[in-house]
């Protein structure tokens, strides 16, 4: 399909615009000699924004509340809330993660790797995209995104611009490119009177040439070719469509279609959602905001009284750790009323006749926070050394002073100096090892000082690399290779294995949960290989595996067999969740894979039982 031109779509039918009520709105004010300044009046804006909230509580009444473990749209906003009302409107990525880290419980998907990464000291943006391969680029931060359009209303440049600083402590690629879109979308229709109008200036402040922006603009052409909304997500899906349901590109087509097709109409709009492919709860919410700030009732008695039950809020404190959801409604609007109006950027908006004066939050105190830019993967294994330069927010900004550099825990760290870096006259950096074989790594404390006291602080972690051994590859005929034993594969290990035969033996340095499995089978043919890794528990404790496998797949830990499994899969953290008891000591993973196409996906993630919390504590002897 051709791609239209990026500021929007071809002309469609005439697209219905919801009147401007008598209540005072929007406008604009034009300043002599200055710009035009975006005016929203205070009670118009109070009333959207509840508006908003109960049309996503009731959205989640119709298609039901978001899986377990997975934060409810009302937490996160409540999250960022308290965020920003504690560090201030322009509290920087780092402190964001300094929340996420203290009061987010929900270590479902994207979030749960990213509080891995921040409680191991690798912050943002490093956070968002290390390790996070299988969920970096799903939708689980729309709230959040939308949130910030609430809180800089008229603003969609702004929007953008805090939705993406956001984004990426825990998203990467696509799934920061979806969260400015939504959040300039959301802000604009505090301003517009039509859907489309609020699409194209979401679009307008996208990443010119990113796939996320090539997703929107082709949604936007079909949907304004293809009355069939069927036929439409058709098309759409076709070069849209992810394995992982909560992608953040395949729900965003199925909520800018449905939005399209509904023309400001809920029930036209659900029923449209119900259609595609997606995550119901993602396309629900993200719609019924759009819908609320339009004028749009999102009515609560949707679907069935069982859903209708579930269209409260969830339990104060579900996946809030140390924090409380609002008492009520009208507390939510006001503490969002109150950093809206301290939010909004003087020459470029306005809301009119607040009862309160513009707050510029708490006071910044203390040293500067410097972020890390790692030269490689934030991973250490015994005998390698790492350099990390440190950066502040602005990179043309330079704080003066001694770098003085610590390792905490099983850390080893020092400052570097003389470093040139080009466009720099010199660089801050340090380098880290590990101090010990086991435990967790430990983190880099690194401290500007400045006539004796600290100007810029920083910390910096690593993750510990796992050690696998590849043992094949062995022929897979007719794909039965699966079932065909080279060894007393329950007691096979390292040792065993290297008595030599048929087969190569070879040992593979693995920085995250995904095994480069293809760069062992080699050729792209069926093959069988086997998988070796020793894990060291601290002690005993019961745990879960959570395996991505995308072919033929048995494991076995300590000789027994947990999975054995001839599925084709996406190859995601959670095709197979198995229960597993972990001995203190060495434990002995073992895992033969059976691959029958050109490609093969294998990953493992170790979490405490029940929950997708990973264990810090586990380490691989090299």
Known sequence: MTMQARDGAPPRREH??????????????????????????????????????????????????????????????????????????????????????????AHWHEFGVALENVRLGIGPPTSGSFNNDAYGECAGGFALAQTWG????GDPAR????????????????????????????????????????????LRHMTLGSRAAACVQETLAVAAEEADTGRAWTIIASDWLHPEPTDALANLAGALLALVAGELDWKRTLARIRETDGDAPTEACAS????????????????????????????????????ELPASNEDFVDRLSRLA???????????????????????????????????????????????????????????PGTLDVRGEGNL??????????????????????????????????????????????????????????????FENPDGAGLDHAHFPEGRLDEK???????YRVKALRV????????????????????????????SARRATFRIGCSDGLKLWLNGRRLVADHGHRPGGAGDYVVPAALKAGANRITVKLARCGGSSVFRLRITARGTEEAMLDLWDPF
């Open 150 to 153: 609430l809180l800089h209303p």
């Open 496 to 502: 065993l294995a290297s008595r030599g035969g048929p």
């Open 511 to 538: 920085p995250g949960d995904a095994v480069d499995v293809d760069g062992v089978f080699g050729s792209a043919c069926p093959r069988v290989i086997y998988l070796l890794r020793v894990v060291r528990a601290p």
């Open 159 to 202: 929007a953008a611009e805090r939705a993406a600083e956001c984004a990426r402590v825990s998203h990467f690629g696509s799934g920061v490119e979806a969260a400015r879109f939504l959040a300039a979308a959301v802000s604009e229709a505090f301003i517009a009177t039509d859907v489309l109008s609020c699409l194209r200036v979401g």
């Open 16 to 105: 219905p615009s919801r009147p401007v009520d008598n209540r005072p709105r929007a406008g604009r004010i034009a300043c002599p000699g200055g710009p035009t300044v975006r005016s929203i009046s205070f009670s118009f804006y109070q009333q959207r924004v509840g508006a908003v909230i109960g049309a996503r509580r009731a959205a989640l009444g119709s298609v039901g509340l978001p899986d377990e473990g997975r934060p409810h749209p009302d937490e996160l906003t409540a999250l960022l809330t308290h965020a920003l009302e504690t560090h201030g409107t322009r509290a920087s990525p780092l402190e964001l993660a300094d929340e996420w880290r203290d009061h987010l419980a």
């Open 412 to 473: 080893r760290a020092a400052a570097l100096g003389g470093v040139t870096v080009p466009g720099q006259i010199a660089a801050r950096a340090l380098k880290a090892s590990l101090a010990a074989e086991g435990g967790a790594p430990g983190v880099a404390v690194a401290e500007i000082r400045r006539a004796g006291r600290p100007a810029a602080v920083a910390r910096v972690g690593f993750r510990r690399a796992s050690r696998w051994v590849a043992v094949g590859p």
């Open 341 to 399: 109006v301290a939010c909004a950027r003087p020459m470029e908006t306005e809301i009119t006749g607040a009862p309160y004066f513009p707050s510029p939050g708490p006071p910044v105190e203390g040293p500067v926070r410097l972020y890390a830019n790692y030269s490689e993967e934030p991973v250490l294994a015994p005998g390698e050394e790492r350099v990390v330069f440190l950066e502040s927010a602005d990179p043309a900004e330079s704080v």
């Open 288 to 323: 019924a905001a759009m819908l609320a700030l339009l004028g749009t009732e999102v009515p609560r008695r949707s679907g069935s009284k069982r859903s209708r039950r579930s269209s409260a809020p969830p339990p104060p404190g579900r996946l809030l750790d140390g924090l």
